[in-house]
């Protein structure tokens, strides 16, 4: 994993930058931020708002381009000119995924590129009303509607108590399941996997409680992170950047259910 990126405050000046975090999904849309050499932990599909942005790689080199899907653990580094930019974050547990790969135009090395709604994905991003599910429905095609009962349920005792060290099996007890069928269920309708949603969770009560004008130190440690730093760790292995740099730069959190 790459050094710690920096905030970047870039054209145009007045550019506010909001986060947007829910289950297994997170969206930026903001100034471009200076982000250093990285890999991270799940599909990142970058938009140039207002301009191209050049994506260097050592498989593919640089490349400038308007919109790229980059699959998670692959070593890259985006470098926007003075541009805002748009980042829809997608655990590589959620099915939308290969649906997100299904809509670049063309593969380069490990990268896709020239998402085929490009248009849509810019005109939204440009929009102060911004629906975040919206984008990630024009970026990946609708979520799944019917969630099964039984799932609805694990999902809302992990939500509920994202502090707490329950297990598979234990969860799959409460909800009247097998260990097996819970998590093939779980991966089908949730979104992600169960592990992944234990994590997901867990960062969703932290930006709860930050909102609320809670620390990261309490936050991170009530959400049930061993530590303050193996919060900023997860968060910057998900998203390429710390939660820290995000907040200095002005970002405004919003968790959705």
């Known amino acids: 994993m790459g050094q710690r990126p920096l905030p970047e405050m870039c054209y145009p000046p007045t550019a506010s930058a909001d986060v947007w975090l829910w ?70 547990g959620s099915p939308r995924a290969p649906a997100c790969w299904e809509q670049m135009t063309e593969r380069v090395h490990e990268f896709g590129v020239h998402h085929h709604r490009e248009a849509a994905l810019i005109g939204l991003a440009d929009r102060d ?60 309708h949730a979104g992600t996997t169960f592990r992944r949603y234990r994590v997901w969770a867990r960062m969703l009560a932290v930006g709860r409680a930050v909102a609320k004008g809670a620390d990261f130190t309490t936050a991170a440690v009530d959400a049930g992170f061993a530590s303050p730093s193996h919060f900023s760790d997860t968060f910057h292995a998900m998203c390429g950047l710390t939660a820290s740099d995000l907040l200095n730069a002005g970002a405004r959190i919003t968790v959705l259910d």
Request: net charge positive; glycine share 6%; proline share 7%.
């Open 129 to 188: 009303d911004m629906d975040p599910a919206e984008m990630m429905d024009i970026a990946c095609g609708p979520a799944r509607t019917r969630l099964d009962p039984r799932i609805a349920a694990a999902t809302a005792i992990v939500r509920a108590h994202p502090a707490r060290s329950i297990t598979a099996e234990e969860l799959a007890a409460e909800v009247h399941l097998s260990k097996s069928r819970l998590l093939h269920l779980f991966t089908e």
């Open 23 to 92: 289950i297994g999904h997170a969206v930026y849309r903001g100034p471009s931020l200076r982000l250093d050499r990285h890999s991270g932990s799940v599909h990142c599909l970058a938009v140039g708002v207002d301009g191209p942005f050049t994506l260097h790689a050592d498989s593919s080199g640089r490349r400038t381009v308007r919109s790229a899907l980059i699959p998670p653990r692959t070593l890259h580094q985006v470098v926007a000119h003075r541009t805002r930019m748009l980042f829809c974050y997608i655990d590589p």
